[in-house]
C-alpha cells in the first residue's frame, strides 16, 4: 500500500549506503560461515567501537541475538528476569522457553525500566534444587516504551547481578539510538554489561544482528549453540559488509540521531491535541488517541496501538522519516481532531 507507517522502525526500507555495501562484497567467491573477510573486519569494527577485544557473532534478526546472547552465560535450570514490556517476554513466541528452557520472570515495569528494586525481589532461592536459579537479568535500551536507561541506572542492575553471581544482558534493538540520545560512547554506556545484542535492522540495515560478548569469562559455546539456533548464516560476507559500513563514520548514529529528532518533532506536534503517556527519550512517540480518531487517521498512515483499554498508540519514527512525512501527518491530525 502508499500509507506511509509509523508501526515500527522495520517498515522503513534500506540505507542506500548498506545496500551498496551489499553490493560491492558480490564479488566472486569467499568461505562461507564467517571464514570470510567482511566478517574478519565487521568483528575488528565491532572491537574498535568497544575499545578492546570482544567477540562477535553474527545473526539473522533480534530474537536470535537474545537467544544467542542468553546462551552465553546460562542453562535450562536458570532463570531471565526483565520486564512485563520486555521482548523476550512479550514478543517471541515463547522462543527464550523453548529454546533455552529457562524461565522467564517479568517484573512490572516503570517506564519500560527495570528497577534495582523489582529486580531484588526476585533474587532468592538461590542453591534450593526445587527452584529455578536466576542466572540474567534482561534489559532493553532504549526500552520498548522509547525511554532510555542511564549509564548509572544499567551500573546498578549490573552491580546487583554480579553480586549474586549472574550476569546482565542489552536487548539492543534499538541500542543505537539510545546511544544517540545519551550523547555517551557505548563502551562507557556498557561498561559493566556481560552480553549485547547490538541491532541494526532498525535502523536502516537489510538483515542481521550481532551478539557482542562483552564479558570474556562467558560465551565460550556461542558458535556451537548459534549453529544449533539456526542463527548461522552460510553467506556471512551479507551480514558482515553491511555492519562495515554501518559501524564506519558514525553512520549507526548519524541514522539513529534523525529518528529520535523526528520522533521528538512528531511529540511536540502531537501534545498540542493529545496526551503524551512516555517521556520522548529516543524514536517511539506513546500517545492517547480516541479511537475515533484513530479510525480516520488510519485511513492513510499505519500505527500501533499499544493498550487498547486506554486507548494509548505508538508512533515510531525511522531512519528515513521526513519533516514532510510528519506535516503531511499532522494536517490529517488537526482534520480529524476539529
Not at 555495501?21 to 573477510?37: E, K, L, Q
Not at 575488528?44 to 567501537?49: E, G, N, Q, R, S
Not at 520486564?83 to 529457562?102: S, W, Y
Not at 558514525?250 to 529518528?259: D, K, Q, T, V
Request: with cysteine; charged share 20%; proline share 2%.
Amino acid at each position: 500500500s502508499n500509507t506511509y507507517s509509523f508501526v515500527s522502525d522495520y517498515h522503513a526500507g534500506l540505507h542506500p549506503r548498506l545496500l551498496d555495501a551489499n553490493t560491492r562484497a558480490d564479488v566472486g567467491h569467499t568461505p562461507a560461515y564467517g571464514g570470510d573477510i567482511y566478517t574478519e573486519k565487521a568483528i575488528k569494527a565491532f572491537c574498535d567501537l568497544f575499545n578492546r577485544t570482544v567477540e562477535v557473532f553474527f545473526v539473522f534478526n533480534g530474537t536470535g541475538a537474545n537467544i544467542v546472547s542468553l546462551l552465553s552465560g546460562i542453562s535450562s535450570f536458570n532463570s531471565i528476569i526483565c520486564t512485563d514490556t520486555a521482548h523476550i517476554n512479550v514478543d517471541e513466541c515463547g522462543a527464550p522457553e523453548k529454546l533455552i528452557g529457562a524461565k522467564v520472570i517479568a517484573v512490572k515495569n516503570e517506564f519500560g525500566k527495570l528497577t534495582v528494586e523489582a529486580a531484588r525481589k526476585q533474587l532468592h532461592g538461590f542453591g534450593f534444587c526445587h527452584h529455578s536459579q536466576p542466572g540474567f537479568l534482561s534489559i532493553t535500551q532504549s526500552t520498548e516504551l522509547g525511554t532510555v536507561y542511564t549509564k548509572t541506572e544499567i551500573d546498578a542492575l549490573a552491580e546487583l547481578a554480579h553480586s549474586f553471581g549472574m550476569y546482565l544482558h542489552v536487548d539492543g534493538a534499538r541500542i543505537a539510538n539510545a546511544v544517540a540520545s545519551s550523547g555517551l560512547p557505548i563502551d562507557k554506556m556498557l561498561e559493566n554489561v556481560d552480553v549485547l545484542s547490538f541491532g541494526g535492522t532498525k535502523n536502516g540495515m537489510m538483515l542481521g544482528e550481532a551478539v557482542v560478548v562483552l564479558n570474556p569469562k562467558i560465551g565460550k559455546m556461542l558458535d556451537y549453540q548459534r549453529k544449533q539456533s539456526m542463527q548461522l548464516c552460510s553467506k556471512m560476507r551479507f551480514v558482515s559488509a553491511q555492519f562495515i559500513e554501518y559501524l564506519s563514520d558514525g553512520l549507526w548514529l548519524e541514522l539513529a540521531a534523525h529518528s529520535n529528532e523526528m520522533a521528538k518533532v512528531l511529540a511536540s506536534k502531537l501534545s498540542k491535541h493529545f496526551e503524551l503517556t512516555q517521556k520522548v527519550e529516543a524514536n517511539e512517540v506513546f500517545a492517547i488517541v480516541p479511537e475515533k480518531i484513530c479510525k480516520k487517521l488510519w485511513e492513510r498512515y499505519c500505527f500501533y496501538v499499544w493498550d487498547e483499554a486506554i486507548s494509548e498508540v505508538r508512533f515510531v519514527c525511522s531512519f528515513d522519516t521526513t519533516l514532510e512525512d510528519i506535516d503531511s501527518f499532522m494536517e490529517l491530525v488537526e482534520k480529524s481532531v476539529e
